[in-house]
Each structure stands twice: as structure tokens, then as C-alpha cells.
């Protein structure tokens, strides 16, 4: 969210929404309305509805795949706005600029471990992210079901970058699926990431090069540490490098393919694995509990 000059909030909808795809479900909810109560009103055009949309709304826009929000930019682009001396302004611009500078560092050594890659046959590179959450059905909920949840189904994703192609396989977990009382949490991230590498792993790659994002929570801590220092010690690499992208600035591979995912989920029935041939997706511990680590 940011703010413009009147103050006035930007609201972003998700990457897999569009003006049309509102447009279906306003009409859809409109037509049940219609029957429930034996009416027959003529609903307005798409092209009517968008007209509308952007005169009335136009703070509400929709977030592209390949976009970064970051808090830390927009605080400093309220604050500039909002300080009239020029030291103070000075001073703003100065730490803004250094804190895009640092991301687009980070953003520039991304890019060169996998330029790395295409070139050097013992190198493997993967990153790894949740998406957000979707619901099953996806659909339009009337009449007695209105207020009720939809069904949770969770999405993990680790992409491997080898000889400059990308491949990426998705855990889909329901929510009946997590371990009571945990949420997203390290030892549920670092199970799929154990089972990805155990799976996919080659005997003539030396480095792994990993990148993620810097959520202490799932990514940097201690157990992660002594997860990739096992692997390390079991031999699996000679060297594996860690690499936690600039908070704010976290939009990589993983993103583009969970953006392919909802654009699909959002236009048919849920089948994530019809998204793109190299974006595949499995049951979490084929939908029987809980992967345990054993290395």
C-alpha cells in the first residue's frame, strides 16, 4: 500500500485478479441475487463496469507478477513528501538511495550465481518461498454458504536453476495437513527443501548456491544453519551458499511460477500441474502427515 498526494491509499489486489475477472464474479453474484428473489434486472457491460471502476476506484489497482512492495520505500517516500526541509529531505534521500542500492546488489549477485550456473556443469542453484494461501472451491459463494471458510490449501515452491533452465516443484498442503499448532514454520519449510534435494540431487554437483527470503521465522536462524551445515557434513556438497534477498525486494523465480499457478487457478478447476510443463506440483508427504527429517 502507499499513498499518493491527496493521501488517499493505493490498495493492491492479487497478482491473479483483473477488472475482468471481478467483472464475473459481480455479474455472477448479481444473477443469483436475481433468481433468489424472481428478478430480472439487466446487469451493465464490461466495458461499462470498467469505465466505472476507473473513475470511482482508481486507488485500487492490481499487483503485476514481477512487482516489489516494500515498506521501507514507501516510508521513505511518505516522509519526503511530508517534510519541508531541505537538510531533513537531503538526509531521507540519501538513506532511501542506499537502501535500493543494497537491494539491487543482492538483485545483481541473484543474477550472476545463475549466469554462473549455465556455465559451470557442478553448480546447482535453488530458492525456495510460500505463496499465498488460496481456497477451495475457488468460486463465488451465495446464498447459506455466504459466510462460510473455503478450504485452506497452502503452497510451498522450490525452483532449481541448473544449466539455465528452471524447474519447479510445488508442495500443496491443506490446511487439515499442518502440524497442529505450527504455521509455515522452519521445520515444516526445511522438511520439503530436504525432500526436494534428496530427490533431485547429482553426484557431480560440488556447490549449491541457495536463495530465499530473510524471514527469520522460516529462513534465518539457527536450525536452518545446522540443517545446511548437515548436508554439508554428509558430503551431499563441498560448499553450500546462503543468500537472503533485501526485505521488500524478495520477488525471484518461485514468484513468476506461483504467478502461472493462480492465473490458471483463477480461470478454471484447480489443477496446478496444467500451470506450465517444468511447474509441477505433489501432495505434501503424499497427503499422509508429516515429512520427518533423517540425515
Not at 13 to 27: A, G, M, N, Q
Not at 55 to 61: A, E, V, W
Not at 163 to 185: A, C, D, V, W, Y
Not at 236 to 265: Q, V
Request: a neutral charge; proline letters at 2%; one cysteine or more.
Amino acid at each position: 500500500m502507499r499513498l499518493q498526494d491527496s493521501s488517499d491509499p493505493f490498495i493492491y489486489l492479487p497478482t491473479d485478479k483483473s477488472i475482468s475477472s471481478i467483472y464475473k464474479e459481480f455479474k455472477y453474484h448479481l444473477n443469483s441475487l436475481n433468481s433468489e428473489n424472481d428478478q430480472s434486472e439487466i446487469i451493465i457491460s464490461l466495458e461499462t463496469f470498467r469505465r466505472l471502476w476507473n473513475g470511482t476506484k482508481p486507488t485500487i489497482k492490481f499487483q503485476t507478477h514481477a512487482s516489489d512492495l516494500c515498506d521501507t520505500c514507501e516510508d521513505f517516500r511518505i516522509k519526503l513528501r511530508a517534510s519541508s526541509d531541505e537538510d531533513e529531505q537531503a538526509n531521507i534521500e540519501f538513506k532511501h538511495k542506499e537502501h535500493v542500492t543494497t537491494a539491487d546488489l543482492e538483485r545483481q549477485h541473484y543474477n550472476n550465481i545463475i549466469n554462473k550456473g549455465k556455465n559451470d556443469p557442478t553448480i546447482t542453484h535453488i530458492c525456495y518461498d510460500w505463496a499465498q494461501s488460496v481456497g477451495a472451491p475457488y468460486s463465488q459463494q451465495v446464498g447459506a454458504i455466504y459466510f462460510k471458510s473455503s478450504f485452506t490449501i497452502h503452497l510451498f515452491g522450490v525452483c532449481k536453476t541448473n544449466n539455465g533452465e528452471n524447474n519447479q516443484l510445488n508442495f500443496t498442503i491443506g490446511e487439515n495437513e499442518m502440524l497442529e499448532g505450527t504455521h509455515k514454520g522452519t521445520n515444516i519449510t526445511l522438511n520439503m527443501v530436504y525432500h526436494f534435494l534428496k530427490t533431485n540431487r547429482h553426484v557431480d554437483k560440488k556447490h549449491l548456491y541457495v536463495t530465499c527470503d530473510n524471514c527469520s521465522g522460516q529462513n534465518k536462524n539457527n536450525l536452518s544453519l545446522w540443517f545446511w551445515s548437515r548436508l554439508a557434513m554428509l558430503s551431499w556438497y563441498e560448499n553450500i551458499y546462503i543468500n537472503f534477498m533485501i526485505p521488500g525486494h524478495t520477488k525471484f523465480i518461485c514468484d513468476s511460477f506461483f504467478g502461472l499457478i493462480k492465473k490458471k487457478y483463477g480461470d478454471r478447476r484447480i489443477n496446478i500441474n496444467d500451470s506450465s510443463w517444468n511447474n509441477k506440483s505433489i501432495r505434501y508427504n503424499d497427503g499422509v502427515g508429516t515429512i520427518l527429517i533423517n540425515c
